[in-house]
């Protein structure tokens, strides 16, 4: 018991702590590659007879991602851990992630088409959730109020090709103090997502997590997001996917060359697979 009060301490300061480190990131015309997927369904199983119920998952996904212009493409893959106890009014859980992605970049003006073409990306983050639980009967429970929390480093040729574009943007309208400043900033990679979702049990083996939520992200480029889930599981096996609207700010909409370009595609989907014991 001590063990797991000290896991839940641990829970509370991350997400505590995330809501009050912020360090602004520098206007740009381009987010972070992993933009909408960053948010994961994390599994938790159902506590039973007022018992506390803990399990591990190691699961996979794959990421539709943003585009942050017409035509263009982003996808990227994750792998990820955690753990995740539930007790009869309370479930959290705390893990890691790791991703690769690629973003392809098309249509620049002419000034810069020379940074046209496929830029990758890599990286990874923690990730923590902590739910307050009612069980509605002992089939069906459900997590009122639930905050997801997320933090990632992300690196790579496409964070290379971002801090080029600042430059050359940056020397051509005469700023030479920017022009040679790193712009890439840790801690606004910083994410959060109260949701509140149903553990419904079907029979002995199958349960169905539906889930419903909002997010916001500490970064300039990145406003409010909604999204709706589904997670199917069979015993260990878990299947889940997630569907976004992903907010933007004008911020990333500076120049006239790049005001006459069109937007790009705000929603996002992921598919994903996790087991658990």
């Known amino acids: 018991m001590i063990r797991k009060t000290k896991g839940l301490k641990l829970i509370m300061q991350f997400c505590i ?14 987010g972070d590659g992993l933009a909408g997927g960053i948010y994961t369904h994390m599994q938790s ?17 794959y ?19 955690h753990y995740a106890v539930s007790e009869e009014h309370l479930t959290y859980a705390i893990g890691a992630f790791g991703f690769l992605g690629n973003y392809q970049v098309k249509n620049l003006p002419s000034k810069f088409e020379d940074l046209n073409g496929d830029h990758s990306y890599y990286g990874g983050g923690v990730r923590a959730k902590v739910a307050y639980n009612i069980p509605l009967s002992s089939k069906t429970h459900w997590r009122v109020i639930g905050l997801q929390s997320s933090w990632h480093i992300e690196r790579g040729d496409y964070t290379r090709f971002k801090d080029k574009l600042r430059q050359l943007e940056n020397i051509e309208n005469g700023d030479a103090i920017n022009s040679g400043i790193n712009t890439t900033h840790d801690f606004s990679n910083l994410s959060f997502y109260p949701y509140t979702e149903f553990a419904i049990k079907m029979g ?4 169905l997590t539906p889930q419903f939520g ?26 889940w996917g997630t569907v976004q609207d992903v907010g933007m ?3 990333r909409v500076l120049l006239s060359d790049f005001s006459s ?11 994903g697979m996790a087991f658990s014991f």
């Open 17 to 30: 702590c995330s809501s009050i480190l912020f360090i602004s990131s520098c206007r740009t015309y381009y």
């Open 45 to 61: 199983p159902m506590a039973e007879d007022e018992e506390s119920v803990s399990r591990n998952y190691f699961g996979g996904k």
């Open 63 to 81: 990421n539709q991602d943003v585009n942050y212009y017409e035509n263009e493409k982003n996808e990227s893959a994750e792998l990820s851990y």
């Open 204 to 207: 002995e083996s199958w349960q």
């Open 214 to 239: 909002f997010g916001f992200r500490l970064n300039e480029l990145i406003a409010l997001r909604g999204f709706a889930g589904l997670n199917i599981s069979y015993k260990g096996l878990h299947i």
């Open 249 to 251: 700010s004008l911020d």
């Open 261 to 271: 370009r069109q937007m790009g595609n705000n929603n996002h989907f992921q598919l």
